[in-house]
């Protein structure tokens, strides 16, 4: 049997045959569509034949009717030429699509989106990649102007901006730096200029709708409109960092104005964009979280620069307080997104400066700044963005506290073997999450907990003997949180007696502080359950804990407390499920979750 579909020339020649026979049909049938029209009281074309485009007037005169079955069939061959990879003949028949269907945007979009990304990665050399890269925008541009009078000319004038944006700019791999490297080269502008200027020129379209018309329809999704700030913001994110690579204080100063202006114009753009979409209750508070964290990074530099002011003016102590609002404001930024460098750039700065100051500054000072120092260190080993530099220094800290800890023990001092104790758990705690399969990592935390028996067991007042049996049960809880407790006896003991503790005293008391409590101790009963540790006391817990959560829907559900109810509607699922998953005939746990899907019925809105 021979191969499906036309030989290539075969096929090219009944492709023409066809367009030709449409075309003919055509030309005897536009004359009377356009009697119909005219009987009907339809417009008249508005467009002379003789200022309609070649490609437009085959495509939309002479084929009338029937240019959707002329689409159709090229569409098939173009589809062909890409299986096949023949680029040329695929670029010739995307151009002769949009010719048939110039005022289809979809069309401009999906060709030039093939081209920018699809067929760009299929190229054997980056500067062929780049090729097609600069095919598909010239290709987007072509048919922005074509169509930029239509409403939806804007989804067009988004997507080359995005090109600009991502293709040659986010895009963190050799190619795409290449690519943006050889975009200004050619250009002269950089990959965010091009991306603001089209960005722009999609929110000028936009704004050529009725006011607020996306949000009262309830169609529109405004966050592509949030890409004008976020351009400025990637801007101020590579002016910042030319700030630390500047060869002299003049280029310094132009790179810091320049961050700031930057920061400031993407707050702008963001008052902006949120007036566009006042009545969208999520981008309002979409974009005024955007502006208090770049305003917030705005004073985080304010402060530190003022702290190299009073450096040298060697005003320690202001310096000190000027920083830690800097490092208040970096540590909550890295919690919220480790992946981006400017906050981890600005910890490891102030990190060393901390040094400095715990070294050369007065007493109450050096131990803020160690203190301090610390916690910048056990934030950067507790995140997921590992690099060897950070893994080698929270080591050498570990080291360093554990022979403080040495002495304190050797001299009987119980005071500072908790302060030291405290010190390094942050470091051992980030090592074992860090490598938490390994025998030499649970080795160190089961170490530590030796020391803080020791701790408690030479304490001078019970102050400190709890907080050393509470740092002993946090880093037991560490263990079970990753699978390595069970076998550990006296871990076991000491979780099971200290949950069940905290849900007998608090019974079946409500209150917010309360559930917090009740929530930490149910994690260790549920972490028991599914470890099979204690089973018959883990069991027991969250069957009471299951039947407590019902109850107290059932009691949300009549006081009309929404809140309360999907909290406690989620907890008590959460439990009846766990022993389901054990137990999955259980008649109690069947009668509970029906009870809470009855209750749910009820309570959804």
């Known amino acids: 049997m021979g191969k499906r579909g036309f030989p290539g020339m075969t096929g090219l020649i009944c492709v023409m045959l066809i367009l030709a026979l449409l075309v003919s049909m055509g030309l005897l049938l536009q004359p009377r569509i356009e009697q119909a029209r005219a009987r009907s009281g339809f417009a008249q074309q508005a467009t002379p034949l003789k200022d309609v485009p070649a490609g437009e007037f085959f495509g939309t005169v002479l084929l009338g ?39 289809f945007i979809e069309v401009w979009i999906f060709n030039s989106w093939n081209m920018t990304y699809n067929l760009s990665l299929t190229a054997s050399t980056d500067k062929e990649g780049w090729e097609w890269v600069k095919k598909g925008i010239a290709f987007g541009e072509e048919g922005f102007e074509r169509n930029k009078e239509l409403p939806e000319s804007w989804k067009l004038a988004w997507n080359i901006g995005y090109y600009y944006y991502h293709k040659c700019g ?9 690519f ?16 603001l200027e089209w960005f722009i020129k999609a929110y000028e379209v936009a704004e050529r709708r009725p006011p607020g018309k996306e949000d009262q329809d309830g169609i529109g999704n405004p966050h592509w409109l949030d890409y004008i700030s976020a351009t400025y913001r990637e801007m101020a994110y590579e002016a910042e960092a030319a ?41 309002v508070r979409f974009s005024e979280d955007e502006k208090k964290d770049l305003l917030g990074r705005l004073q985080a530099h304010a402060d530190e620069r ?24 970096w540590m909550k930024a890295y919690e919220g997104n480790p992946y981006q460098e400017e906050q981890g750039r600005h910890l490891l700065k102030i990190s060393d400066r901390l040094e400095e100051m715990m070294k050369a500054g007065p007493a109450s000072l050096q131990r803020e700044a160690e203190r301090r120092h610390i916690e910048i260190w056990a934030l950067l080993i507790s995140k997921a963005t590992y690099q060897d530099f950070i893994i080698a220094k929270c080591r050498q800290l570990e080291r360093e506290y554990t022979g403080r800890l040495k002495d304190a023990e050797d001299a009987g001092d119980s005071r500072a073997m908790i302060e030291n104790i405290g010190n390094i758990m942050p470091f051992r705690r980030g090592l074992f999450a860090y490598k938490t399969g390994s025998a030499e990592s649970r080795a160190s935390l089961l170490d530590l907990v030796s020391h803080c028996e020791n701790a408690s067991r030479s304490a001078d007042t019970p102050e400190a003997k709890a907080v050393a049996e509470d740092m002993a049960r946090v880093l037991y809880d560490d263990l079970l949180r990753y699978g390595q407790l069970k076998g550990i006896k006296p871990g076991e003991e000491k979780l099971r007696n200290w949950a069940a503790g905290i849900l007998a005293r608090l019974g079946d008391a409500g209150g917010r502080e309360n559930e917090q409590a009740r929530r930490l101790a149910l994690d260790v009963a549920f972490q028991f359950h599914r470890q099979g540790i204690m089973p018959e006391w883990a069991e027991k817990t969250i069957r009471e804990a299951g039947r407590y959560f019902v109850g107290a829907l059932t009691r949300a559900a009549k006081t009309g407390d929404l809140a309360a109810a999907r909290y406690t509607y989620q907890r008590a699922r959460d439990v009846w499920l766990a022993i389901r998953e054990r137990y999955p005939d259980d008649n109690e746990v069947k009668d509970n979750l029906n009870k809470l899907s009855e209750i749910y019925k009820i309570m959804a809105p």
């Open 65 to 103: 009717g029937f240019r959707a079955i002329a689409v159709d069939l090229i569409w098939v061959k173009a589809q062909e030429a890409e299986k096949n990879r023949d680029w040329h003949r695929y670029f010739l028949l995307s151009q002769l699509i949009a010719s048939l269907q110039p005022r």
């Open 243 to 283: 700030i630390d690579t500047a060869p002299d204080d003049e280029h310094r100063e132009a790179a810091t104005k320049a961050m700031i202006e930057y920061r400031l114009q993407a707050v702008k753009w963001l008052n902006i964009l949120e007036q566009s979409y006042r009545h969208n209750v999520r981008f």
């Open 180 to 195: 943006q490297r050889w975009l200004r080269e050619e250009t002269g502008k950089s990959n965010w200029e091009h991306a």
């Open 170 to 178: 986010r895009v963190n791999d050799a190619r795409g730096l290449e």
């Open 306 to 329: 003022e702290a190299a002011q009073l450096r040298r003016a060697d005003d320690l102590q202001h310096e000190f307080n000027k920083l830690t609002k800097a490092l208040d404001y």
